[in-house]
């Protein structure tokens, strides 16, 4: 069983910065893809970004640009830098842990909400 444990999202007003931050209970950086989701109210849940063992990053193309994932190996802990926020990037943030395509299994955070609002 692995935790997921979200931080750092908050109320930002447009055009401002967070920082999330995903804190894993195990070392699963080199067979796992990390990545962000999100939630918005009365939507479905979707990808924001990715980013695999082989450290290759994929981002939502509405957010292209603008965030970015990255990760530290030796503290177990996946980041997403988000600039220049939109009221559009309002949601719940949900930190995953997929180790699928190895016949593992996937694994979800609790979600940290961010909103962004003048």
């Known amino acids: 069983q692995v935790q997921l444990v979200e931080s750092g999202g908050g109320l930002v007003q447009p055009g401002g910065s967070l920082r999330l931050s995903c804190a894993a209970s195990?070392?699963?950086?080199?067979?796992?893809?990390m990545g962000w989701f999100r939630q918005a109210p009365g939507k479905q849940r979707e990808l924001v970004s990715i980013?695999?063992?082989?450290?290759?990053?994929i981002y939502a193309d509405s957010v292209k640009g603008r965030f970015t994932i990255s990760r530290d190996n030796a503290k177990n802990t996946v980041y997403l830098q988000m600039n220049s926020l939109k009221p559009e990037d309002t949601a719940v943030y949900y930190c995953?842990?997929?180790?699928?395509?190895?016949?593992?299994?996937?694994?979800w955070g609790q979600g940290t909400q961010v909103t962004v609002s003048s």
């Open positions: 195990a070392r699963i950086f080199g067979i796992y893809n």
């Open positions: 980013i695999t063992p082989g450290a290759r990053t």
């Open positions: 995953n842990a997929d180790g699928t395509s190895y016949g593992l299994y996937e694994y």
